[in-house]
């Protein structure tokens, strides 16, 4: 049964809820990571595409979530993690089956999961649930053009994990997790060297909870197995693999009548539980090789291979006036019901050239690099779909729900979904190189020069009819970049870059769509305090995409890559260690994202006119945690009060449905019992407010959680 508050979260909020360590606004993207107390910590390897140089020196902004932060503020999942950071918007998450996010207000193609890495290796495409974030070292955010080292993506920015590595020092943790709507979470950690040059680490997460949406329960497991190995004083090889296992009801939201939300709780489930989860796995291996031939020059080499499947039913809200009574009575919701079935392999082989070198007073910061990469996926996908209104359909026929008064039927009585959507086996292969090049041209004066050529190869073949599909665009993607610091503690810049992303599909005469293509530009300025207590950046950012896919004005059911779009914007980030022992993260954004052509929607073929917003993208949006560190008989304690706010977005394409700004204030506190033990916990949605956090329709629209309580002990070890 679902209770509201457990008695493990009632007992310990009494004393404190957790609080988040810094997010850092200026990284170093180099092999070191900052701790919150601006000690260097030195890690076994570098991350391929990101060189040596310092983040003063970097023409971008970048932001950086510790994994302390996130451990502390209790974020276990990457959608959480990113309302951290500024600019960014939650997005379409298919019913809670993947991550789907905006950067300064571009989001890609919203019909797959939307892209990021893992220690630079692609972990967006791939249909392995949610992302967890148990055993994560940071996560960095590069927002701005950087597709002259990362290739195909999206013009915003990249978002890179990078996991705990072995360590040569014994260490390890536990942790258990206790919260509202019988939320259980727990956690470990371990490494330890074998021998003198080879470590192991063993980290893993197991959770499983109800929901505040009636019926929904959920369970996950993942487990990341890794060794380093010190072949010599300046060669070492690592690897890791890691699997995750999650059980996740198909929930398509909540519904809108006549545009206005809230006619029915954000707790109602308009679902069926007889579908059971759907269930996803994820297999990855990373392989890494690292030599330095001397201080100023190394090589990367690298290689990934990770599995993927996603198998399960769910019931869609029809969105066709034509077969949903629901438009005409408010009540009568028809669904379609689909069986999805995915899965999907992907190789990537990389390897880089670092180094420094001086000609003519100057001093190059160079990067050399190639990749390779071949994605292969199976899609499948059935559905039973609700007959036309002007066939009088029973009840059943429309495998109907009434929305006041939800009756569940049991997986027998479904409907079989019996009709073909896809079966199609797609190959992507892409090879690229790049080259970067950032010169000191004097103390305050550094220039990044930086181009990508990249080689696209799609085939998609049709298992129906036989066809096969190809295209084969290739793609130079430019980048250059000033920076100057005038003094040691300022430092502004100016960045522009172009990138591209393939589309996928043909138009009616069988052409393949031509790629996207991007354009943006970057200036912004970075401040540090010679004592590293205050940091802080500002950002302005103008972006324009074109070639996005749209309804074909001519022949129905047919889609064409004619649309454009824009994006500008102003982003402001701000960590302080402040007097009496408070500190401050902040952080704001304005995005003004929206269609520069007059199209139709490629989903619903509503007219999108010049200057429409882009879905899901706040005009406004801000996030504050203030809080104070003190003690409670000796022992060190923290307690502080957050505010996020995201503004009115745009909920369906081509209309002016839109969602709700929001407000939503937490509490955040921990206390140390002893050296090693930790209670911590946190009160989310403090007062309780009614929020939306992402649309795709009007009749599917995903409601956020309203108060919830959570506490958890750590020990390390």
């Keep these: 049964m679902k209770t509201r508050t457990s008695l493990l979260c009632t007992a310990a909020l009494a004393v404190c809820a957790a609080a988040p360590a810094f997010a850092q606004t200026d990284p170093a993207p ?39 932060t996130l451990e502390a503020a209790g974020i276990t999942r990457l959608s959480d993690a990113l309302d951290l950071v500024s600019g960014v918007a939650r997005q379409n998450s298919y019913g809670g089956l993947w991550d789907g996010f905006a950067v300064r207000g571009f989001a890609g193609d919203i ?43 999206e013009p915003g920015g990249t978002i890179n994990i990078i996991t705990k590595k072995p360590q040569f020092d014994p260490a390890g943790s536990v942790m258990f997790q206790g919260g509202s709507y019988n939320n259980f979470r727990a956690e470990a950690d371990y490494t330890t060297p074998l021998t003198g040059g080879l470590a192991v680490r063993l980290n893993g997460a197991f959770e499983d909870a109800d929901s505040f949406r009636d019926t ?67 297999y990855g291996h990373q392989l890494q090789f690292q030599h330095d031939f001397s201080d100023k020059w190394g090589i990367l080499l690298g290689a990934g291979y990770r599995t993927t499947d996603l198998e399960g039913f769910g019931e869609t809200p029809e969105l066709v006036a034509s077969r949903q009574p629901f438009f005409t009575d408010g009540r009568t919701l028809a669904r379609q019901r689909r069986y999805t ?62 929305i006041y008064n939800p009756v569940y039927a049991t997986a027998a009585a479904l409907p079989v979904p019996n009709s073909l959507v896809f079966n199609q086996y797609e190959v992507d292969k ?84 031509a790629p996207e293509k991007t354009e943006s530009y970057e200036v912004g300025a970075k401040y540090v305090t010679p004592d590293h207590r205050v940091t802080a950046s500002v950002a302005l950012f103008k972006m324009k995409k074109d070639n996005i896919i749209t309804a074909d004005p001519v022949h129905s059911g047919y889609v064409i890559a004619i649309g454009t779009a824009e994006s500008k914007g102003v982003e402001f980030d ?27 929607d490629p989903d619903f073929g509503k007219v999108v006119a010049i200057g429409d917003p882009l879905i899901n993208i706040p005009a406004y949006s801000g996030n504050v945690i203030l809080f104070k560190d003190f003690s409670i008989v000796g022992k060190a304690s923290s307690l502080g009060v957050g ?20 407000a ?19 009160v989310n949605n403090l007062f309780d407010k009614t929020w939306y956090a992402n649309s795709y329709a009007a009749l599917w629209v995903q409601p956020g959680a309203p108060r919830t309580f959570t506490a958890r002990l750590r020990y390390k070890f």
Excluded: C
């Design 430 to 513: 892409t090879w690229g190189v790049y080259l970067q090049d950032q010169i000191d041209v004097t103390e305050q004066i550094k220039i990044r020069l930086g181009g990508r050529y990249d080689n696209f190869t799609q085939s998609i073949l049709n298992r129906v009819s036989g066809a096969t599909t190809p295209q084969h665009p290739d793609a130079f993607s430019p980048q250059v970049g000033i920076v100057y610091e005038p003094t040691k503690t300022l430092s502004v810049y100016f960045s522009y870059g172009k990138g591209f992303r393939a589309n996928t599909g043909v138009d009616f005469g069988g052409t393949p769509f």
């Design 664 to 682: 939503l204030v937490r509490i955040l506190a921990s206390t140390h019992l002893t050296d090693r033990l930790e209670l911590s916990g946190e």
């Design 341 to 402: 079935k995915y899965n999907t392999k992907d190789l990537v082989l990389r390897g880089e050239i670092n180094g420094e070198f001086d000609t003519f007073g100057l001093t190059h910061h160079v990067l050399i690099g190639a990749d390779y990469d071949e994605f292969k996926f199976n899609n499948y996908q059935t559905r039973y779909r609700p007959p036309a209104l002007s066939s009088n359909p029973t009840f059943a026929q429309q495998n109907a729900i009434d």
């Design 30 to 68: 180099a092999p070191a990571a900052s701790d919150e107390s601006g000690d260097v910590r030195v890690v076994a390897q570098r991350q391929q595409y990101v060189g040596t140089v310092p983040a003063k020196d970097v023409p971008q902004n970048i932001v950086t979530l510790s994994g302390a």
């Design 574 to 600: 701000l960590t302080a260690k402040l007097p009496y022992d408070f500190r401050l993260m902040g952080n704001f954004a304005y995005v003004d994202a929206y269609s520069t052509s007059s199209v139709l």
């Design 111 to 153: 019909n797959v999961p939307s892209g990021f890495l893992v220690n630079g290796f692609n972990y967006g495409r791939g249909f392995g649930g949610p992302r967890d974030v148990s055993g994560v070292e940071r996560m960095d955010v590069l927002k701005g053009p950087t597709s002259a080292l990362f290739g195909r993506g």
């Design 643 to 662: 505010v996020n706010y995201v503004d009115k977005r745009l909920g369906e394409t081509g209309t002016k449905f839109t969602l709700p700004s929001y």
């Design 216 to 282: 929904v329960h959920t369970r996950k497991y993942t487990v990341s197995p890794s060794a380093l190995w010190n072949i010599a004083d300046h060669t070492s090889l690592s690897y890791q693999f890691s699997y995750t296992h999650q059980e996740i009801p198909f929930d398509r939201g909540v519904v809108a009548f006549g545009g206005k939300l809230g006619i029915v709780p954000v707790s109602r489930f308009l679902g069926e539980p007889g579908d059971g989860p759907t269930k996803t796995n994820d």
